[in-house]
């Protein structure tokens, strides 16, 4: 049975996905260095599965402290979570972004390399397609191209070195899984993202707001040629995007594969507004305001590669993201 370190492990998607590991019976670790995630993560993880996962609160940058994880860790399989991922911020501070995800990742591997490690899923974005020119991205898109901030430059980048890695060795596996928009949180309400201070996604800031910590929500342009002249995104159930990770590992092979990972539904702001409300019962106040720089109109997935070679479909819709959402947030 695979043994599976997950670096990041106690962030959002992270976290939901050790839940489906431990669940599913893989023992886990976790590598984080809490710069976006609290420890008590671990308490939740705990009363969800009845497993407290081997946590090494290590930074992925401390190359010695990661090599001491793997030394004695075993592990057959990496998903490597770990990183900074504000696009906003990563423009403010290129050097940092650069610095940690991909020395970070380089580290990583340098001790998969020394320990015999093979398999690694790589946690990428759609942001790699840049602006594809087209709403619906399906994997054999170019990737790299229009890209606006480090940090979807960083993922690319990424890419890159793990597919280079894979040219040379043979027997290397790596998992690409690209998501759309990851939302709502474990159904009990226990477990959801909290990151630590100010939110740029759409989400949490809706969060922030519900919670009255932030006055209202901006809403970023209503007049795009879309049905509400609001953007339309492609947002993804956090628990099913944990359980595409398990079919991904269960069906590593040498070589690169990649997946998106989303539902192929598009979702416009004004509707994730609307779903809101309905399922809190609350009105959110709102503002619309000038377009952000960078947003393209219209970003969805063609998921059908995943669902063809893994099995793997999203089953929640943005209405269960919105409830469990609201049980996270009242406690
Ligand atoms: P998150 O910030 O909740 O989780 C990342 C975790 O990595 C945090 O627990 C953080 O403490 C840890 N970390 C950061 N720097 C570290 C370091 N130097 N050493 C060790 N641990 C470190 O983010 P998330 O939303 O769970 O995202 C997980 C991964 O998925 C990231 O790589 C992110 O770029 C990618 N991703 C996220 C989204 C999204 O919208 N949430 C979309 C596409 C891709
Ligand atoms: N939005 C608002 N107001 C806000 C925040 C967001 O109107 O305060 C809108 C945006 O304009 C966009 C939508 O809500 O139309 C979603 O925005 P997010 O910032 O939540 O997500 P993005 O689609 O911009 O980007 C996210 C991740 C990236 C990832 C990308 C892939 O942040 O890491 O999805 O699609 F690459």
Not at 3 to 31: D, N, W
Not at 308 to 320: F, M, N, P, S
Request: charged share 25%; net charge negative.
């Amino acid at each position: 049975m695979a043994k599976v370190l997950a670096t990041g492990g106690m962030g959002y998607i992270g976290s939901h996905t050790v839940v489906e590991l431990i669940k599913k019976g893989y023992e886990v670790e976790i590598l984080d260095n809490l710069y976006n995630s609290k420890e008590t993560v671990l308490d939740k993880i705990e009363s969800l599965t009845g497993v407290r996962p081997k946590f090494h609160y290590v930074d992925m940058l401390d190359a010695e402290k990661v090599d001491e994880v793997f030394k004695n860790g075993n592990f057959t399989n990496v998903i490597h979570f770990a990183g900074l991922k504000a696009v906003g911020e990563s423009v403010e501070k290129p050097l940092e972004y650069y610095k940690t995800n991909i020395d970070g990742t380089l580290n990583i591997l340098n001790s998969m390399k020394k320990y015999g490690v093979k398999n690694i899923i790589f946690s990428s974005s759609a942001t790699v397609y840049g602006d594809p020119h087209q709403d619906t991205c399906d994997e054999s898109l170019p990737t790299g191209r229009e890209l606006t901030n480090p940090y979807g430059k960083t993922k690319f980048m990424i890419e890159e070195i793990l597919k280079d890695v894979c040219v040379a060795d043979k027997d290397f596996s790596v998992t690409l899984l690209r998501y759309f928009n990851p939302v709502g949180n474990h159904e009990s309400g226990l477990l959801g993202e909290d990151p630590n201070g100010i939110p740029n996604n759409l989400m949490p800031i809706i969060m922030r707001v519900a919670k009255g910590d932030i006055e209202e929500l901006s809403v970023f342009g209503d007049d795009y040629k879309t049905r509400d002249g609001s953007c339309i995104r492609d947002y993804i159930h956090v628990v099913d995007l944990a359980n595409g990770h398990i079919l991904a590992m269960e069906h590593e092979k040498p070589g690169v594969s990649i997946y998106n990972l989303g539902t192929g539904t598009g979702t416009t702001v004004f509707e994730m507004i609307n779903a809101f409300e309905k399922a809190s019962g609350e009105k959110l106040p709102y503002k619309v305001v000038g377009r952000r720089a960078g947003d393209l109109p219209i970003l969805t997935a063609n998921a059908e590669k995943a669902e063809r070679e893994l099995g793997w479909k999203a089953e929640k819709t943005v209405e269960d993201a919105m409830r469990d959402t609201i049980k996270f947030l009242r406690g």
